[in-house]
């Protein structure tokens, strides 16, 4: 039996004009329309654009470079199947192969970048950077240089140079996902309870930070779901745990593969009189070498084993973190809590939902290899980024991170966890957690992982 399919796409080309067809087909706002190997997309707003692609051996190919609302949709052929060869290895894993981004500069002076995972893409005055800034700058740009009439002018041909200064490299080590410090013992006892289940409806997601001089601007943008084999990981204490030093620690390792990748583009600085680089980095989880379920418990008689364990590359627990550092960028949550009894310090539980919300993410720090590599760099873009997350509804799949400790003080204290502010589909901002925690008598806490 013949497919209809082909025989639709014909009647379609044939019914009306070629330019009607493609721009029906690449008006697809939930995925990437593909037609003879190519991806289709209907980039709409105005400005300019790259389309570029991370690959396995640390280059960037830039695959497509236009300028927005043209008639015809853009066609692009994306080197996929190099990142599936790279990573469907049989290896018992979690993967998710990286997205092709879209880098642009709109004609009202916003930079954006978005990760391509619809047809329909709209380079939207919401990018992640308005290049006008809040305050307008005296001083003129250099001949023939794009002012948008604030503290940067853009190289006319920013795009030029592109591919040959971007690079990536991919990392693959034991990371720290979830973590808890108690000092200066402040504590008597304490229990816990940690729990992280990934899945194929958990979701990897480019993190992108921007490098403006006095801050740095942080956004996300959705990727793909995991395939393969899950991570089920429960961590608990049996029993109250006496802490019984001035530096109480614990730390759930994992072993993560993800890419770290950096580009620049020119500009002026009418504030400095400065030719300088608006430096872009972002990161993006390819995968989970640990899978399987694991059953971890703590007491204070027996230590830290084992009742339940299969997988490959189990879990880790010690008493140091293996991270970069929290990122510099992260809000720390406070409660105050004063001595005596019991007290619920913080219990954060992110689980499955539609969109990327506050309770559907999480994000964990970047390992002190990427970390080091990234500082040689631009150190302030090292420490702001992390690999992100989101939790979403995918067939009948299942994504937790639970994350919560109770203490009893010995003196009045603070608890506290961090979350880190992005901007989503360049638009509403999101607090993400990090989930480690500090119990602590200090006033200033960002201090502690830093």
Known sequence: MVSKKPLLIVLILLGGTAAGALSYTAGNEDSVTRILGYDVYKIEGSGDYIIYHPLPNGSIKVLKKGEAGRLFPTFVKVPRQEWIRQLSTGEEALYAPPTPLILYVTRDGNLGIKSLTSSRVELD???????????????????????????????????????????????????????????????????????????????????????????????????????????DIGYHSLGPLTVNSDTWERYLNIKVEYIVAHAKVPAYDKLTGRYVDIEVAQTYPIKIHSTGKYTVWESST????????????????????????????????????????????????????EVFSSSSSLSIPIGYAAGKYLAGINRKLAGALSLTFGFHKYMNAVSIALYGFEVKPKKS???????????????????????????TDLTIQEQAYA
């Open 125 to 231: 005055g919401k990018g992640i950077l308005n290049l006008k800034g809040e305050v307008e700058v005296t001083g003129s740009c250099p001949r023939g240089w794009i002012d948008f009439g604030g503290r940067y002018c853009l190289n006319p041909q920013w795009d030029l140079y592109f591919e040959s200064r971007a690079k990536s490299k991919t990392f693959n080590e034991w990371v720290s996902v979830m973590g808890l410090k108690i000092e200066n013992r402040v504590a008597e006892e304490m229990n816990f309870d940690w729990v992280l289940v990934l899945s194929r409806s958990t979701y990897s997601y480019w993190t992108i930070g921007i490098d403006v001089g006095p801050f740095t601007v942080l956004s996300v943008s959705k990727g793909h779901h995991f395939e393969g084999w899950a991570l």
């Open 302 to 353: 027996d230590g830290t084993y084992f009742t339940e364990s299969q997988g490959n590359n189990p879990p880790r627990i010690t008493t140091t973190p293996s991270i970069w550092s929290i990122s510099r960028e992260a809000e720390w949550k406070r409660k105050w809590i004063s001595a005596g009894s019991w007290k619920s310090a913080v219990y954060v539980r992110q689980s499955q939902s």
């Open 413 to 439: 204290c603070y608890a506290t966890y961090s979350v880190l502010g992005v901007k989503v589909n360049n638009k509403s901002k999101v607090s993400v957690p990090l989930v480690f925690g500090i119990i």
